[in-house]
């Protein structure tokens, strides 16, 4: 089943995620404030991805925006991101208008195919796939008719394609570029959000020292593995997994001056490993 995922046939995905929602008169300008991303420009039943960012630009969480209604949004984040989601969410909410709730855990299904019309669906954390939120995810499966794949061929193609998860592929001090994500989940014509000064910035006057890269090995990969070139540390393996398609794959945050195509050593891999621009081709 594995396999399926980089096959032409679509399949299906149980995942899990947290949901959070944002309801209220001022809800999309509170939003559009904060949050990378022109949520304020959805129309209800779009969504896009946005990252929540600290005033000095660090990611602090990444999520799927959804607009509901003109004045209700669902965000859609991993589990592990909801609580600093809330928090910070809560930190910045003063005398809007809205209403904070959740985060609530929820079963969602990823599918590698488009979704059929009036199912409720964020973008997926892999490009290219789509999350669906739905109550009975048993039942969304039946109705996908879609075969199901297990979770480790999801985390294969999310190496792949080279999509960090916040706060596995990142840390408390990480910029948007440095992960990958500027073309992604932020707009550079919406105006201002908190964060905003710094992630403009680096896209327009300069460029960052670190930058998310593959890793391919023939041998398997750890996370939390010291990644060095020449004798000197360069970054740290942070996501690993086996490809059906390339073999021994991960993702690191290098330094910029190790290029793709360059060969590392990494702790535990014997041989070496090379560099790889992503996505994976």
Same mark, same amino acid.
């Given at each position: 089943? $594995? ?79 909801? $609580?600093?989601? +809330? ?91 440095? !992960? ?48 060095? !070139? ?27 001056? +190790? ?16 560099? +790889? ?5």
């Amino acid at each position: 089943m $594995e396999a399926g995922l980089h096959a032409a046939a679509a399949v299906a995905v149980r995942s899990r995620a947290a949901l959070v929602w944002v309801e209220g008169p001022d809800a999309a300008r509170f939003l559009q404030g904060l949050l990378s991303n022109d949520v304020a420009g959805l129309a209800p039943g779009d969504a896009t991805v946005a990252l929540l960012l600290d005033e000095r630009g660090h990611i602090v969480a990444g999520m799927r925006v959804r607009r509901d209604a003109d004045d209700a949004f669902t965000l859609v984040a991993d589990p592990d991101a909801a $609580e600093p989601l +809330v928090a910070t969410l809560a930190r910045y909410h003063f005398s809007e208008d809205l209403e904070l709730l959740g985060p609530e855990p929820a079963e969602t299904l990823v599918v590698t195919a488009p979704p059929p019309t009036g199912v409720e669906t964020v973008p997926g954390l892999v490009p290219g796939t789509w999350e669906v939120l739905a109550d009975d995810v048993d039942a969304a499966l039946a109705a996908s008719g879609l075969p199901e794949a297990p979770p480790e061929a999801l985390e294969s193609l999310r190496i792949e394609r080279g999509a960090p998860r916040i706060g596995v592929d990142t840390g408390p001090r990480t910029l948007v570029q440095e !992960a990958g994500l500027e073309d992604r989940a932020v707009s550079f014509t919406k105006g201002c959000y908190l964060g905003q000064e710094t992630v403009a910035r680096a896209q327009h006057r300069g460029r960052v020292n670190r930058v998310l890269r593959g890793l391919a090995s023939a041998t398997p990969l750890r996370a939390g593995a010291e990644v060095r !070139a020449a004798g000197r540390a360069v970054g740290t393996v942070t996501s690993a997994a086996a490809s059906p398609r390339f073999g021994h794959v991960g993702l690191a945050i290098l330094r910029r001056e +190790v290029p793709p195509g360059a060969d590392v050593s990494v702790d535990g891999v014997e041989g070496t490993a090379c560099v +790889v621009e992503l996505p994976f081709r």
